[in-house]
């Protein structure tokens, strides 16, 4: 297929020197190029949370372990939670959503690009701010060290009393700061979307993926903003001598909770809905086959959106909010598992009656089907509340957001890279070391999360730095580690990958997997303005219909 | 595939068995051996979700691996794209019905076992307790009975047919704890300035363990729980001997002066002396206990010599400040202590 | 891929879309609703729970005049931003001017209850429960009242300058959607502070 589309060849700018080329990039307000700082950020925090989780692991291997202390213990899982959510995942998927929105709407860039790099120099500094807590030694009254509090901070424990010094500070700030810039992405992707798409693209006829990252983008609105709320009472109490959290006046320990799950529930819903979007742009496209149920899968993902915000104090069955409380909960979070559901069957009537291929961004969506199905699952059990009551707060709980946000998330991540390299870079990458990162990395992964569930069956709790012999947990817990080093080779063959490949890998082209939506149809990489001339689109699959003039999809629909 | 498939067997009744499999002191906190009418609830409800969520599993695991096997593109292909399917809507509806009657069948027998756990009400010849939560020890009164001791709590057997249930006030005085016996019941939290109440009915005597489920500072991971189920006559006569006071020699040990001098009885009560503190530990009747620290360690002369010199050995950052004694003064204490039956 | 058949298509088909500039500030007022909501439940559920101090029947007083002032500045702005539309820039200046000060007036209504209630009542955020919630939700209003008085200042200054003119009208109407927004929140801040807590 040849391409009409016109593109500035960029050899030229290989020329000029390293500084101009610096500059330009910290002060880029492209999509595309921003999109790409989220995701470099995001790789080098998960190299830095990934640290983390090994000398988590390490520690645990057996009882009684002396590998760190229980004060760096428990600054490891602190950060290493807070790392991954906020400075991981959230980046890495604005990055994708940043890069790909406008070009999957046939639009010229997001709707603020100004506000774009703001957002994005707001999270980084956030991280940057909550790593510079480690700069203060220990000893030094007062500077600080890293914070100790869990990801999810409950009160009283982040008082004054029991956090002194300023390493709960610097996690509240650093929050802070980059949840402003999560707010301003999520604004920009609304208005993007709602103002940008290109002449004939409908809301009912724009790519799932963007569908997924607006309904995304809603929560992030309605769910970060009671988490900036809380934290602000948090400084409030802290430096303030405020009384939000402060049970010796009689305010409420469990007030904290509920604000900050309002917040934790829909974000794990931010999470997840970009990777549902990964996936449900992969899997037809190498099932060659299109999206099996559109409207449903729109249908869903806006009642998986609304439902979110009322299930979050499934976080709290044991804390005692009553038994009516209790069971309110139960039903809303059951509901929301049966649009998730939902999805799982038309990712899986997509496939049905196709002709898969089973190149790497595949056999990563495939491995999410199966994994996203049995973390579903778990989370079935740990809603109900009694099951709760014995499961909540253990190494099951663990295994089950694990298997959600590495066995789900990650892996569709990975094929979004995979799938996506080829545009973002001009280059294709190594089908070989693809499945190679692949398989090690799915045998690292059960290892680690499959055995991870029966200790927190046989009574393990989490954010305990040792534990008693004689529980019937040591020999999971070795399992558990080994898993770890499997997932660190595969990483590393992945990054390698994907380095070797930008450099010496052979041009994609345009369109390597004979794909359908607007991205496909400029080159690889696109020009900075995107497309020569803005696209008229008159079905879901543009690229479909100009391929078979005489089958279009707008026939069907 | 005949060995594969008896492999397989073996290796799921192993597993079965291995949960199941109750009395054996390898896995005393395991959530399947309940031995108390909340974690039997529990364990009844447990069984039914995991054979709707297995069953669920396996229908749709197999759908999806019969998928990628059946119509993945074979090596002689023919190039044409597959027949282009965009959705219908008798198999939506299908499967939105079927997973929402599945959700409400799961619902009501879930909302059945809260009230079982929740609703329900003390009984006169209950066993009354307030547990309050420290940064990590554990105290135990017993309001009615007029006791007061720490981390290793005692409680009577109860008779299915009779029952003489334990209810536990759940307090704190300091951040969020859980108390988690997982053979007796499911957790429930201490928050400050929100009690909380649990019951247990244990029905076989023994030790039950557990810890605490709450991440409350640095030695969260160190926080036990030690439940002793007693026969009645054995828990009568526990309570007796905890409600003595300690016998007070005519002339104070030089252990005991140590006590009373330095800062000990600022944190820790003695009942009978000038030591009233209420920060730590009651210890009036510490030898009574198998283990010091909240179970940290067990409770020898040598541990507890190493834990007055040096708690950070044992629990480092707990808040029992070392003491800085010199070892004749160390040798007195602790032999003072052992005097604490 | 055949660019210009794409192309074409874009002459048969009408498109209408909206503005950014309006959604995103709708974006914006949504996440700081879902903020001043967390705060609000926050005072509501302290409400009775202080366990000392000064208690709001007997220290607050009710801010009548400067709500007025308050609730009015959205009528100027209303007019002031369809006075524009309309091409009056000289009459958008007078009314946008009058909304500026209507808002330091509640300003100003603010400090001076602020003051006495700290330096004649003793009631500070760190005093009780209810000085916590007090200050911290009437402060953070205050806040976006003091940040929608600064944007504002900066369109009068465009104006004087002469850099203000009709077709500025729409960029008008989404700031003053911002400054609709602060009112609303009074109203609720209102009631729940001085109608129902007290």
Known sequence: MSTDAIAIPRRELASSPIVTRLHEWVTTVDHKRLGILYIIYALVFLLIGGIEATVIRIQLIRPHNDFVSPQVFNRMFTMHGTTMIFFVVMPVLFGFANYLIPLMIGARDMAFPRLNAFSFWMTAFGGLLLYFSLVGANGLYGAGNAPDVGWFAYAPLTSRTFSVGHSTDFWTLALLVSGFGSIGTAINIIATILCMRCPGMTLAKMPLFAWLNLVMAGLVIL?????????????????????????????????????FWIFGHPEVYVLILPAFAFASEIIPVFSRKPIFGYSVMVGATVAIGFISMSVWAHHMFTVGMGANVNTFFVISTMAIAVPTGIKIFNWLATMWGGK????????????????FLAAGLTGVMLSVAPFNWQLGNSYFVIAHFHYVIVGGILFALFGAFYYWFPKMSGKMYSETLGKLHFWLFLIGFHLTFDFMHIPGLLGMPRRIYTYEPGRG???????VTIGVFFQAAGILVFLGNLLWSNFRGEAAGSDPWDAWTLEWSTTSPPPEYNFSTIPAVESRRPLWDLKHPDDPDSKYE | MQSQGSQILVLVCCSATAFADAASPFRPTNIFAPASTPAKSIFGLSLFVLAVVGAI????????????????????????EPPQVYGSNQVELAWTVIPVLIV???????????????????????????????????????????????????????????????????????TDHSFWVPRLAGKTDLIPNHPNSMWIDPQETGLYLGQCAQYCGTQHAKMLLRIYVQSRDDFDRWIQAQRQPVSVSATASQGQRIFETTACINCHTVAGTAANGRFGPDLTHLMSRDTIAAGAASNTAENLRLWILNPNAIKPGSLMPAMELNDQELDALTAYLETLR | MNATSIAAAEQRIEW??????????????????????????????????????????????????YTICLLSNSLTIHLAAKSLRQGSVRRFGILWLATIALGAAFLYGTATEWHRLIYQEGLTISTNLFGTTYYSLVGLHGFHVIAGLVALSMVMVFTFLGNVRPEHAERVDVLSLYWHFVDTVWIVVFTVVYVIGR
């Open chain 1, 223 to 259: 769910a970060v903003s009671p988490l900036t709320a809380a934290q602000i009472m948090l400084l409030v109490d802290r430096y303030l001598g405020g009384h939000f959290f402060d049970t010796q006046a009689g305010g409420s320990a469990v007030m904290w909770m509920h604000f």
């Open chain 2, 57 to 80: 599993f396996i229908v749709v695991f197999t759908l999806l691996l019969y998928s990628v096997v059946k119509f993945r593109k074979r090596r002689n292909d023919d190039g044409r």
């Open chain 3, 16 to 65: 209408d879309r909206p503005a950014r500039g309006r959604v995103a500030m709708f974006g914006l007022i949504a996440a700081e609703a879902a903020i001043f909501t967390i705060f609000v439940v926050a005072y509501l559920f302290y409400v009775g729970k202080s366990l000392t101090g000064p208690l709001p029947k007997d220290v607050l007083s009710v801010p009548i005049f």
């Open chain 2, 104 to 174: 409400v069948a799961l619902f009501m027998a879930t909302a059945r076992v809260i009230a079982t756990v929740q609703k329900v009400s003390m009984p006169g010849n209950a066993i009354a307790v307030t547990a309050i939560g420290h940064q990590f020890w554990w105290e135990y009164r017993y309001p009615a009975l007029g006791v007061v001791t720490a981390n290793e709590l005692h409680v009577p057997v109860s008779d299915p047919g009779h029952p003489t249930p334990t209810f536990i006030k759940l307090l704190s005085a300091d």
């Open chain 1, 473 to 479: 947990w040591d020999t999971w817990n070795l399992i």
């Open chain 1, 356 to 371: 898969i291929e089973f190149k790497t961004p595949m056999l990563f969506c495939i491995a999410f089907l199966f994994q």
